[in-house]
Each structure stands twice: as structure tokens, then as C-alpha cells.
């Protein structure tokens, strides 16, 4: 069974620059996650979709992050303008459903903005 | 606030030593224990899991955790670490079945040959 995939792997970008992710989960989940993980943190659940709703996005910076799942399957997260404090890995996790099944993780995409 | 901590942040053993990571979490509603573990270049991964029934749980690789629900805590064990086990350990937990996990910081283990 194929895992969950992110690209790209490392990002670097100046401050002010926009960024994109892409996470395809695991295929027949229907829940998707993306987390933030600073350096030395846990990560940090930045939004949840169910389908191509969205469940939870109560700590997406909405003024800068956006991210949508369309069709339900692939998703992007996108970063407009990006800050210093945006340098993190961005993780993306899927399930087949929301309430306990475990959430599989993708490898990450490292962001560094200069 | 929903929160999860973890006791240690770093943690170094050597070979065949015993482990225990411990962590607890804040009371918010009914809860779902996780422990993830990440090896250096490698993507997160499920350790153990606790959802109800037996409190004690045991996972891959010989890893076990314990949950004591009157001390909100769900520490983990190994009763002999290898070399291979040096990784990051990360307790995750789900209130009231709401899908988002909320993480401890992290425990990173050590284990020298």
C-alpha cells in the first residue's frame, strides 16, 4: 500500500514570497490533516478536511495560509506573503475516517524562508 | 487549554537498558493515546495506540504504554533498548474524537552501542 506523499521535499524562499504544497493521502481515506512542526515542537494541526470540506481550521493563519482539497483527493496548502517565522516542516497526515483511526504521515516538505 | 507533556527532552541509554518516556496530558473530555516515533530521516510512524479496555497497550518493536487515567498519564516502555531505537518519541492525543491530534514537544532517545 502506497503511503501518503508530499511534494517537494525542501522549499527555500525569501520573505514576502509565496509557497505551495501538495500532499496526495492514502488512497479511499476521506480525512486529510495538515500539521506544522517547528524545529523542536510537536507538530501542530493547521487544518483538517473530511472529503473536500473543511472540519477544523481554527489555527490556519487565515490571513496567510490557504489550503483546499479538491474532489477530495490531493490537497495543497499554500503560504501568501511568507514570514521568518513560517520556516518549519509541513506535514501532511490522512485517515480513512476522522474520529480515532490512525492518521498516517507523509514524509514532509521543509520550508525555509529567508 | 488541551495540552500534552512530555517529561523528558532529551534521553540517552545505553544498549539493553530500560526505558520509560513519560507523558501526560490535560484533562479535557474523553481522550484517544498515541505514541508516534520518528527515526532520523524517516516520516512519522504509529507506535501503539489506546482508545479503551486493557490500559496497558502494547505496540511494535517491544515498546508498551500504560494509561493511568486517575494521573492523565500514558508513559511509554521498553524494558531493553537497542541501538536501533534512537529516535523521536511523540505523544499525540485525540479529545473527545475530534480527529485533530494534539502532540507533547518530543522526547529524543539515544541509544549508544
Known amino acids: 500500500e502506497a503511503g501518503v506523499a508530499q511534494s517537494p521535499r525542501y522549499k527555500i524562499i525569501e520573505k514576502r514570497q509565496s509557497v505551495a504544497f501538495w500532499c496526495n493521502p492514502i488512497?479511499?481515506?476521506?480525512?486529510l490533516y495538515w500539521y506544522q512542526q517547528i524545529l523542536g515542537q510537536g507538530p501542530k494541526l493547521l487544518i483538517q478536511?473530511?472529503?473536500?470540506?473543511?472540519?477544523?481550521d481554527s489555527q490556519l493563519p487565515k490571513d496567510r495560509f490557504s489550503a483546499e482539497r479538491l474532489k477530495g483527493v490531493d490537497s495543497t496548502l499554500k503560504i501568501q506573503p511568507a514570514k521568518l517565522e513560517d520556516s518549519a516542516v509541513y506535514l501532511c497526515?490522512?485517515?480513512?475516517?476522522?474520529?480515532?483511526?490512525?492518521?498516517?504521515f507523509g514524509p514532509g516538505t521543509r520550508l525555509t524562508v529567508l | 487549554a488541551q495540552s500534552v507533556s512530555q517529561h523528558n527532552h532529551h534521553v540517552i541509554l545505553s544498549e539493553a537498558a530500560s526505558l520509560e518516556l513519560g507523558c501526560n496530558y490535560s484533562?479535557?473530555?474523553?481522550?484517544?493515546l498515541f505514541w508516534y516515533v520518528q527515526y532520523p530521516g524517516q516520516h512519522l510512524q504509529l507506535l501503539l495506540k489506546?482508545?479503551?479496555?486493557?490500559?496497558l497497550v502494547k505496540g511494535i518493536k517491544g515498546f508498551e504504554a500504560e494509561f493511568i487515567k486517575s494521573k492523565f498519564s500514558f508513559n511509554l516502555r521498553k524494558p531493553s533498548v537497542q541501538w536501533s531505537d534512537t529516535a523521536e518519541y511523540f505523544c499525540?492525543?485525540?479529545?473527545?474524537?475530534?480527529?485533530?491530534?494534539?502532540f507533547g514537544q518530543g522526547t529524543e532517545l539515544s541509544v549508544k552501542p
Open positions: 497526515a490522512s485517515s480513512f475516517n476522522r474520529d480515532t483511526d490512525t492518521q498516517y
Open positions: 488512497s479511499g481515506h476521506a480525512t
Open positions: 478536511f473530511q472529503n473536500n470540506g473543511v472540519v477544523d
Open positions: 484533562y479535557g473530555g474523553t481522550v484517544n
Open positions: 489506546y482508545f479503551s479496555g486493557d490500559p
Open positions: 499525540a492525543v485525540i479529545y473527545n474524537q475530534g480527529g485533530k491530534l494534539i
